[in-house]
């Protein structure tokens, strides 16, 4: 049954020597086709002892031979014509009804279909495509075709498909012998995978007779992945130090600014901020990016170098959005405090031109803390109308709220608190004046005893200094005063300068139309009583008809533990609270807070 005539075995025995380019099996398959097992064991062992990795093949006794008119597919086959040879295959079949191709030239056929899809694929960077089309390729059941197993592992690696793409290369370390695939392997596995994968296909190399280890040449790409290990948090241990000094002396000389800012973000990460601002600079100074400077402008805060930090981050805004949101937090932490630094006009115009043009609602608050507590109350509620629009928080709308207050602006005050009702209890606190511990600010009458001290924290700011104030003031009726008669009260919950009257590319979205609002809020289960609840006034019924402030017997579902909710049902039990209340958002003027109830 194994008699084949000499054409046919000729055929069969030299498609399959062309298999690996490495690896001849033209005498495995003679002898496998003849069925002489004993020969082919013994040939199986000479293989596997001059190719470390080759395996005997799935198919060596199940190939069916190809004939010996295969010869013009195979031509077909080497000039890489594959749709000429599917329809020569066809038109064969067409002829010789049951006639199929050898298996050695179906699986070679489709091998280089494959091949041509997948490599297609990742030219244009398809990713998912090249780990769809790979199917059991990806396995690494065969890497006879480096090229295609790297291009499959790489779409893998970049597919969320990790583990799958260690084991491929994996496979290919195990059964490649050449040292530039090897290398190239490793090189290919550092850019894509987790530097802890990484370091398990380290293990697989070799170690020549002199004891070196078989990627040696590739110490600083070793090197830079397990820095980059260290800066993601991917690596716990250290970096051996020796490796480490080979690789900044490799990047003081490196015209790559990449390298010195890779050495630069680890002294960082490691809290060496002296070392990381050298090294910061170098990249600068070799062509850094923005992404650089946003690291030097933090190694230089991290030295108390805050207004250098702010030229940096001013003068690199435009590339990286980073430093332009880091610019604004540099001067923020002056400008929100009690009693502020005199800042220089020039540099306090320049601050609210990148608000502006950010829309940020920090910068804009910050603005609005620096004017309020400089007494300039008409400015300083100009921005925090601007920051309530961008960034509606309790510090943001209580500085407003505050403004309003100073101005006597009654009426706005009152829609201002009605619109936030049961949102901030610190601005609804403002509805009900406490006497009882009222603290002079910088901007009331101050007692004799006083007054010097004052004036010498102020430095100077209200005199000498201008805030500049958004284009666009509104305009608001401020005749008449708050009465508790108008709290609570139903308002409009939107913002007038959340969406400006000039257009702006990006503004995609308008103010809804007016609609009638309920009276007040309405009851949310397990928020405890609102302040003003106990002078008379009541929430609306919730959707479940819950009216009690606390009522969590009759709720539907308990509160999530840790959150306030469940607090809050621990202590209307009698329960004894187990954490800590949480710290309310502080403001620049919490420590006069009560001065303002009035």
Not at 377 to 406: C, M, N
Not at 429 to 455: K, M, V, W, Y
Not at 535 to 542: D, Q, S
Request: one cysteine or more.
């Amino acid at each position: 049954m194994f008699r084949l005539s000499l054409a046919a075995l000729l055929v069969l025995t030299l498609s399959a020597a062309a298999r690996d380019r490495n690896v001849d099996e033209t005498a495995l398959r003679f002898y496998a086709a003849q069925g002489q097992v004993k020969r082919v064991e013994a040939e199986g062992k000479r293989l596997a002892a001059l190719h470390p990795g080759w395996t005997l093949p799935e198919d060596i006794w199940t190939a069916r031979p190809g004939q010996a008119d295969e010869k013009p597919l195979w031509a077909l086959f080497s000039s890489d014509d594959i749709d000429g040879l599917k329809r020569a295959i066809a038109e064969r079949r067409r002829a010789e009804p049951g006639w199929q191709p050898s298996d050695d030239l179906a699986r070679k056929l489709r091998h280089k279909e494959l091949r041509k899809a997948v490599l297609a694929k990742a030219g244009s960077a398809q990713w998912l495509s090249v780990a769809e089309l790979a199917g059991d390729f990806g396995k690494g059941s065969d890497v006879d075709d480096v090229e295609l197993a790297w291009a499959v592992a790489e779409g893998l690696a970049r597919s969320d498909r990790q583990p799958e793409a260690f084991a491929l290369y994996g496979a290919i370390l195990t059964r490649r012998s050449d040292p530039r695939e090897r290398s190239a392997t490793i090189q290919k596995a550092i850019g894509l995978l987790p530097m802890v994968d990484v370091e398990l296909l380290l293990a697989m190399g070799k170690t020549d007779a002199a004891g070196s280890p078989e990627f040696a040449a590739l110490a600083l790409d070793i090197t830079r992945g397990r820095i980059s290990a260290v800066l993601h948090d991917e690596r716990k241990g250290g970096l051996d130090p020796a490796e480490l000094a080979a690789f900044e002396a490799q990047a003081r000389t490196s015209e790559n600014a990449n390298e010195a800012a890779l050495v630069a973000w680890l002294a960082l990460k490691q809290n060496r901020p002296g070392d990381a601002l050298g090294w910061f600079k170098l990249a600068i100074a070799r062509g850094g990016d923005a992404m650089v400077a946003h690291g030097l402008a933090h190694t230089l805060l991290r030295l108390g170098k805050r207004r250098e930090a702010e030229e940096v981050a001013f003068a690199w805004r435009e590339p990286l959005v980073n430093n332009a949101i880091l610019f604004i937090d540099v001067l923020e932490g002056e400008l929100t405090q009690p009693s502020p630094p005199a800042i220089e006009p020039e540099r306090l115009a320049r601050y609210a031109r990148v608000t502006l043009d950010s829309r940020s609602g920090e910068g804009a608050q910050a603005l609005g803390w620096y004017a309020y507590n400089a007494c300039q109350f008409e400015t300083a509620l100009d921005w925090f109308q601007r920051a309530s629009a961008w960034l509606p928080k309790e510090a943001t709308i209580y500085g407003q709220a505050l403004a309003l207050q100073r101005l006597k602006r009654g009426k706005d005050l009152s829609e201002l608190i009605n619109r936030y009702d049961g949102l901030f209890p610190k601005v609804v606190a403002l509805a009900l004046p406490d006497q009882r511990n009222e603290i002079p600010g910088p901007c009331d009458p101050q007692p004799a005893a006083r007054t010097a001290s004052f004036d010498a924290g102020r430095s100077g700011l209200t005199a000498a200094i201008r805030i500049p104030q958004p284009a666009g003031t509104l305009a608001s009726d401020a005749s008449l005063a708050m009465k508790r008669a108008g709290f609570p009260a139903a308002v409009s919950p939107e913002n007038p300068l959340r969406y400006p009257g000039a257009s702006r590319s990006g503004d995609m979205l308008r103010p809804r139309a007016p609609e009638a609002r309920p009276l007040v809020a309405r009851r949310v289960g397990g928020v405890a009583p609102m302040p003003y609840e106990p002078l008379g006034f009541t929430l609306l019924p919730g959707w479940n008809g819950q009216t009690g402030p606390s009522d969590i017997a009759t709720a539907e579902r308990a509160p999530a533990r840790g959150t306030l909710w469940a607090e809050t049902a621990g202590q209307a039990q009698g329960t004894t609270r187990t954490s800590p209340a949480p710290e309310r958002e502080s403001s620049p003027a919490d420590a006069a807070a009560n001065r303002f109830r009035r």
